[in-house]
C-alpha cells in the first residue's frame, strides 16, 4: 500500500469528525431550521460509515453493501435537504 493511500484511511475520517463537531453548533442557536438539525444527524452517520468503510478497506473485507447503503442515505438526503431549500409550494409538489 503507497503511503498516501494509508494516509487516507485517517484522514477522511478526520475530516468527517471535524465537520460533524461543526455542525454541533446549530443545537446552540435558536429557532435553527429543522433540516439543519437533519443535517447534523446525517454527518454523524456518514462518519460511522466512513470508519467502517474504511476498516473494511484496510483489512480487504468486501465492503460494497455497507457502501451501497450509505449512497442510498446520502443521495436520500441531498434529495430532502434540495426539497428544502425550496420555497414555492408548487414547486415542492411538483418535485415530490
Keep these: 500500500m503507497t503511503h498516501i493511500s494509508y494516509y487516507l484511511y485517517f484522514i477522511i475520517p478526520i475530516a468527517s469528525t ?3 463537531l ?3 453548533t446549530i443545537f446552540f442557536q435558536p429557532a435553527a431550521e429543522r433540516y439543519l438539525k437533519y443535517f447534523s444527524y446525517f454527518l454523524f452517520f456518514n462518519l460511522l460509515i466512513d470508519i467502517a468503510e474504511n476498516y ?7 465492503n460494497v453493501f455497507l457502501n451501497n447503503i450509505g449512497s442510498l442515505v446520502v443521495i436520500s438526503f441531498e434529495l ?3 426539497r428544502e431549500f425550496m420555497t414555492s409550494r408548487k ?3 411538483i418535485f415530490l
Design 18 to 20: 471535524i465537520c460533524f
Design 91 to 93: 414547486a415542492k409538489k
Design 56 to 62: 473494511t478497506a484496510l483489512y480487504i473485507i468486501n
Design 80 to 82: 430532502y435537504l434540495l
Design 22 to 24: 461543526a455542525s454541533l
